[in-house]
């Protein structure tokens, strides 16, 4: 199975340089997207499904924190799981973001470990929760059902 | 600047250099004697602004081989084949990399926020007024010297 990933960052070599991040951590991608701030990121997510979003949260014209707001508030976005890789370290602002429903948080500067670490767990997590929803619910054995 | 600040600049600036592009930097007390602060060099400049109790600056005068090679480490690619744009863009996120850590250290409870950075290329720059002001901190790099500039603009 392959993973389509958009990343959110006003810098375009930050951007670079964790799609080349990805890409080494061995991680098998079908699709990546970049977006330059929260609200093309939006733009993109119109018209593409992702499975993940890798966002900067200090960005101009749309912050990560306020397009993680906004697809908080779509029921079918806001499953989209959003990991920020951010310079904004203190403790407040990771506390902040997990309130509102981040998935992870990897501080600038990152090991390239770190990101696969974290991109591994969230992705793992999201595929379980896929395959439990396409799952159909069976009675199983015990089951108060009568077997005609 | 205290002792105490500019350990913490320099530890910030070490993790930064060393965990991103593998560069390392060595702090100066003064300007070495082999170093001519009035003959102009290509630098690149990246500020970025912080909004406290205070307003302020940080600002890094990278000299423009040491740019070149940091985008080029950070990138993974060859430096002939980095324009100034992507240096500019490297060197915006270098300075916003070493504000935000700096800031998680001295701001844990999130108060503080950064600005959008903002570069310059500087074909000519002469070092000696900006080695001058007491608010510069040096680092010696094997491309030559880095400065790094703390200031204030005003009070809340």
């Not at chain 1, 991608?29 to 993109?44: T, V």
């Not at chain 1, 990991?83 to 390239?112: C, H, M, N, W």
């Not at chain 2, 903002?118 to 720059?125: D, N, Q």
Request: glycine share 6%; with cysteine.
């Amino acid at each position: 199975m392959a993973f389509t990933i958009l990343v959110a960052d006003d810098s375009e070599t930050m951007r670079a340089v964790v799609k080349k991040t990805v890409e080494m951590s061995g991680i098998p991608i079908a699709a990546f997207f970049q977006a330059a701030n929260g609200q093309e990121a939006l733009k993109i997510l119109e018209n593409e499904w992702v499975d993940v979003i890798l966002s900067d949260i200090n960005m101009p014209v749309m912050s990560g924190v306020e397009m993680l707001r906004a697809l908080k508030n779509d029921k079918v976005l806001g499953q989209i799981p959003v990991i920020f890789i951010t310079t904004e370290s203190s403790q407040a602002r990771i506390d902040e973001t997990t309130k509102l429903g981040s998935a992870g948080y990897v501080k600038k500067p990152f090991l390239p470990e770190t990101i696969k670490k974290v991109l591994m767990d969230v992705l793992e997590k999201a595929y379980e929760q896929r395959v439990l929803e396409l799952t159909p619910v069976s009675s199983g054995p015990g089951s108060d059902e009568m077997d005609f | 600047m205290d002792e105490k600040m500019k350990r913490l600049i320099f530890e910030t600036m070490s993790e930064v250099f060393e965990t991103m592009f593998f560069v390392f930097l060595e702090p100066l007390r003064s300007v070495p004697a082999d170093c001519n602060v009035q003959t102009p060099k290509p630098y690149v400049a990246a500020q970025v602004e912080f909004f406290c109790d205070s307003t302020g600056f940080v600002r890094i005068y990278f000299p423009l081989v040491l740019a070149q090679n940091i985008t080029s480490n950070f990138l993974g690619v060859d430096a002939s084949e980095i324009d100034l744009k992507r240096i500019k863009d490297a060197m915006g996120e270098t300075v916003n990399m070493v504000m935000g850590s700096l800031l998680g250290k001295l701001d844990p409870h999130g108060q503080c926020t950064l600005g959008i950075p903002e570069t310059a290329e500087i074909p000519l720059l002469t070092l000696k007024t900006i080695v001058d002001n007491p608010k510069t901190c040096l680092f010696n790099t094997e491309h030559g010297l880095l400065l790094t500039v703390f200031g204030e603009r005003s009070g809340k």
